[in-house]
């Protein structure tokens, strides 16, 4: 890598030029990537303290909460720390770093969300199937599959974008290294570069999204043959919440990596990567988790039994 390119660091993006504007939006940025640390901490621990809790779905409720705790720090905390601190440089090995883990966490995300329409699709379509298809050794299958999956597909992409010379300029156009804004630096031909991404689009994330528009679409048709109607309703509330998240990481992915050059200015860029790694890891505890039942009353009782033991201690130290 290092004698492949002709730079020895790259200079990352600012929130904004100037001072107040960039302390505004790192602020509410960091109060973003607090709140999805805080609202993923507590489905881990709900879902793992709560033994009535021990099903497939909350299985995988859990691993997506811990790979959005891991998502949004691969990015928020560096892109805060360099607009507080005016810091815009990064290693090239650090960049290497933060793209492989970028188009990882990427990968498992969808990976993940396809398992739990899977999931919630046999459970509702296939009750009678559910303890047969979605067993644990199933489940744990499904999750070492998904990681090693997105370990080869990240890796392949990491290693051919930095065989590229990087010669144009050291400058990044963005906010954390994203593989469409080191294309743009190359000196040398990327055409196998975006062939790659555009297939790995249509295989990986194409079939995923089909999958799981398939798998709702389903739920849906079978739940609107039930007769009570607030039946109906929590499920649409459910399903089509589901499908906006996914379409809004999907489509503003695709829209980054696919789009024609010059199709989109810096700033429209950015914007449009917070879509793909900020959003999601935030909004994904409020709509599969805080809004369930099952979630809330086991919220109640960890709080309940952390409030206990706080006053059994001070109790004991008075």
Request: proline fraction near 4%; aromatic fraction near 12%.
């Amino acid at each position: 890598m290092d004698n492949s390119t002709l730079v020895t660091e790259f200079l990352l993006e600012i929130f904004a030029e100037s001072w107040e504007l960039r302390l505004l939006l790192g602020a509410l940025f960091l109060l973003v990537y607090l709140g999805s640390l805080l609202g993923n901490l507590t489905i881990i621990i709900a879902t793992t303290i709560d033994e009535t809790l021990n099903t497939p779905m909350y299985f995988f409720l859990r691993n997506l909460s811990i790979l959005d705790m891991c998502y949004i720090s691969v990015t928020i905390p560096n892109a805060c720390f360099n607009s507080f601190t005016d810091h815009r440089n990064i290693s090239v090995l650090g960049c290497s770093a933060q793209v492989f883990l970028v188009f990882f966490c990427a990968c498992v995300e969808i990976f993940f969300l396809t398992v739990m329409a899977q999931d919630r699709y046999v459970a509702i379509c296939k009750p009678l199937l559910y303890p047969v298809v979605m067993n644990h050794q199933v489940c744990v299958q499904t999750t070492l599959a998904s990681l090693l999956s997105s370990l080869v597909i990240s890796g392949v992409h990491t290693i051919k974008t930095f065989q590229l010379p990087f010669c144009h300029s050291n400058v990044v156009q963005q906010i954390f290294c994203d593989i469409p804004s080191l294309l743009r630096l190359s000196c040398s031909d990327t055409f196998n570069n975006k062939l790659l991404i555009l297939l790995t689009a249509i295989v990986v994330s194409g079939s995923c999204f089909t999958f799981i528009a398939i798998s709702y679409v389903h739920i849906l048709s079978t739940v609107l043959r039930v007769p009570v109607k607030g039946e109906r309703g929590k499920a649409f509330s459910t399903c089509v919440p589901h499908l906006i998240v996914v379409s809004m990481f999907l489509s503003s992915g695709a829209y980054v990596y696919l789009r024609l050059p010059g199709t989109s200015d810096e700033l429209q860029e950015i914007i449009l990567s917070v879509f793909y790694t900020v959003f999601p890891p935030f909004l994904n505890p409020i709509i599969y988790s805080l809004r369930n039942k099952q979630i809330k009353e086991a919220v109640k009782k960890v709080t309940s039994r952390f409030f206990s033991l706080g006053e059994y201690k001070k109790n004991l130290y008075c």
